[in-house]
């Protein structure tokens, strides 16, 4: 039965989407308003900053838009130059927002077109734009996205360094109006004090001086009024999970929680979640870089997936986000593509391993086996628990150890990576650890006898899933090897029937590349692979993996259209953590993710987040 029918038959009240979202599907009207937002942008920028430009025959089509050539029309031009051009990207998503700034905007154009002398052509033309916007108002109702007050730094970091080259090329623009032959440090120096409201030491002739005086002011008042209002305007927090939202995830995996390895980590706080309108099913999420990225399968009953899909493309549609899914099964792909349209393209395969059908003999398991063994000779010892079970004192060293193992300054992980050791919350997860007792006379270390941790999370009730990789610098290779086949070996005393370790992104093109009679493109494919493994391990994930013969399950990233691919890739490389903001302009969290990574040299470094990295 759909959802749609099961809400009915429930008795309760679908949920309605609001009139603007019913209503027919957006033209290309925002796209066109965009991209000519950015071309007049910058005729009026180029404008104000080169004199001769306002005098050429170009001069006709620069004066649609403001700008004159008196200083007070140059600046003007300048402003509205570069409000044009960052209203441009938001008018391209029908950003409400950007359609007010722009409508407030262009009646200022227009008088100053009309009272410092320009056509009233231009005029005419300035207000057909505006007209424009206020026919296809209706097209313009995205709501914001979410945001903080750290966009105010970036704003006067990003803002300011343009403003102050913009100003160089207005300070150098007027050769033969220039009194002497000004150094660039004292051009630099005019430019900051010009900036600041100031007169500085380059001086000019024929008035130029109150052309370039006004410019400089008007950037600097353009990045300091941008830079407040960033920093006073309301916050929109990013979408967090709430307690209730938690409740209600957790029930739906208690009765589907089997179906998919990455369900679980639909519980990490750093995600949303829209439920389909009988409740029986969600789809969790997080808006990256205007990017609304959904993670694995949707949660709960597949017959009623199509619910919660369309609330997913409603809440994208209403704040005009790019949707994407990433790491979703075939399964889960069919019925996204399916409901919404979309393409799907398959991105990896992630490595199951069955615990009946895992043995360490066999000449294909002689080298996993051989390095067990001699661990084990080195005196390392493994316990394997479900993480209630572990002694407050010994978790809190579990927890302590790991946060100092991380080998990267912020905390990794989206896809597959709960965030969390917590044994009220997540008690049936599985803790393995691997001990080596100090050598006669030697001190024991910060975390006593313990050198490494795994951290699995449960996949129903029968399998649990790798979320996190850790261990101490010092201890010898082969630690996750010697974990993993501890977990699988203890498995069938937990009840565990199938373990879910990595993700090995692109492994079918890797395996098929380097086979017999593979052809130059897929030859040239792997070789391209080979060659990025050296910053982002993709062999040596897959080998690694493939040496506990799983059988390989793939996994798909489903997008809208193809130009929006990169768009998406770098969404998921930035949610994932591989692409991090400037220290000074990461905002830190009370409670940050922690995600798993392989420390061990036979593995990577990034560990087992590439699920789906």
């Known amino acids: 039965m759909s959802d749609r029918l099961d809400g009915e038959k ?3 009240v679908a949920w309605s989407a609001p009139r603007w979202l019913r209503g027919p599907r957006p033209t290309a009207v925002p796209g066109l308003v965009g991209t000519a937002g950015v071309v007049v942008g910058l005729l009026n920028l180029i404008s104000g900053i080169f004199p001769r430009f306002r005098h050429s025959r170009v001069h006709a089509v620069a004066e649609v838009l403001p700008g004159a050539v008196s200083p007070l029309a140059a600046s003007a031009s300048l402003i509205v130059g570069i409000l044009l051009l960052l209203l441009a990207h938001g008018l391209k998503r029908r950003k409400r927002r950007a359609w007010i700034a722009a409508v407030t905007l262009l009646p200022v154009g227009i008088a100053a077109q009309l009272v410092y002398r320009h056509s009233i052509f231009g005029a005419v033309l300035s207000l057909a734009l505006l007209g424009c916007l206020i026919r296809y108002r209706r097209e313009f109702a995205a709501l914001p996205d979410p945001r903080s007050r750290w966009k105010a730094v970036a704003n006067l970091v990003v803002l300011g360094g343009v403003s102050f080259g913009i100003g160089m090329v207005i300070v150098s623009s007027h050769p033969h109006k220039t009194v002497g032959s000004p150094s660039f440090g004292a051009r630099a120096e005019h430019v900051l004090w010009g900036l600041f409201g100031f007169e500085g030491p380059v001086a000019y002739t024929h008035g130029v001086d109150y052309t370039v005086g006004y410019s400089l002011g008007a950037l600097g008042l353009l990045t300091v009024a941008t830079t407040a209002y960033l920093a006073f305007r309301p916050e929109h927090p990013a979408a967090r999970l709430t307690d209730e939202d938690e409740q209600r ?13 990455l369900g679980y980590f639909a519980l990490r706080r750093d995600k949303g979640a829209v439920f389909s309108p009988s409740g029986k099913a969600a789809v969790c999420y997080r808006v990256v870089s205007g990017v609304m990225l959904a993670s694995g399968d949707p949660i709960g009953d597949v017959e009623a997936w199509p619910g919660a899909i ?8 209403a704040h005009s986000w790019t949707p994407a899914v990433t790491g979703c099964s075939e399964t889960g792909g069919q019925v996204w593509t399916r409901e919404t349209g979309m ?7 992630e490595a199951i391993v069955d615990v009946a059908d895992f043995t360490l003999t066999g000449r294909a398991m002689r080298n996993v086996r051989q390095m067990v063994k001699r661990i084990e000779r080195n005196g390392y010892t493994t316990r394997v628990r479900r993480v209630r079970d572990l002694e407050p004192e010994e978790l809190a060293r579990i927890q302590k150890a790991a946060d100092a193992w991380r080998d990267t300054d912020t905390e990794r992980g989206f896809s597959m990576a709960l965030g969390r050791i917590d044994a009220v919350a997540d008690g049936d997860a599985v803790i393995a650890t691997a001990h080596q007792a100090p050598a006669e ?3 024991p270390g910060p975390f006593g006898d313990l050198k490494a941790m795994q951290h699995f999370v449960p996949w129903g009730l029968d399998g649990i899933s790798l979320e996190l990789m850790r261990r101490d610098r010092g201890a010898d290779p082969g630690m996750n090897e010697l974990l993993i086949v501890a977990a699988l070996q203890a498995a ?4 565990i029937k199938q373990v879910s370790l990595n993700f090995a992104v692109f492994r079918s093109s890797l395996e ?3 086979k017999l009679g593979a052809g130059p ?7 391209t692979l080979i060659f990025l493994s050296r910053w982002y391990q993709i062999e040596s994930l897959y080998k690694f993996n493939d040496k506990f013969r799983p059988r390989w399950e793939p996994r798909f990233v489903v997008f809208r259209n193809s130009r929006d691919i990169p768009r998406i890739g770098l969404a998921t490389l930035q949610a994932e953590g591989y692409l991090e903001l400037p220290r000074v302009l990461r905002r830190r969290r009370a409670a940050q993710p922690r995600p798993c990574e392989h420390l061990e040299e036979s593995v990577l470094a990034a560990g087992a987040l590439e699920k789906v990295a």
Do not use: N, Q, T
């Not at 369309?310 to 549609?317: C, N, T, Y």
């Not at 069938?492 to 009840?495: G, S, V």
């Open 441 to 443: 006379g030697e001190e």
């Open 492 to 495: 069938p005393e937990l009840a």
């Open 343 to 349: 393409d799907a393209l398959e991105l990896g395969d």
């Open 521 to 527: 493109v897929l030859r040239g494919w792997r070789g």
């Open 10 to 12: 429930s008795g309760k």
């Open 310 to 317: 369309e609330r997913f493309m409603e809440e994208a549609r």
């Open 512 to 514: 098929r590349g380097e």
């Open 249 to 261: 995830l957790r029930e739906l995996l208690d009765k589907h929680g089997s179906r998919d390895s």
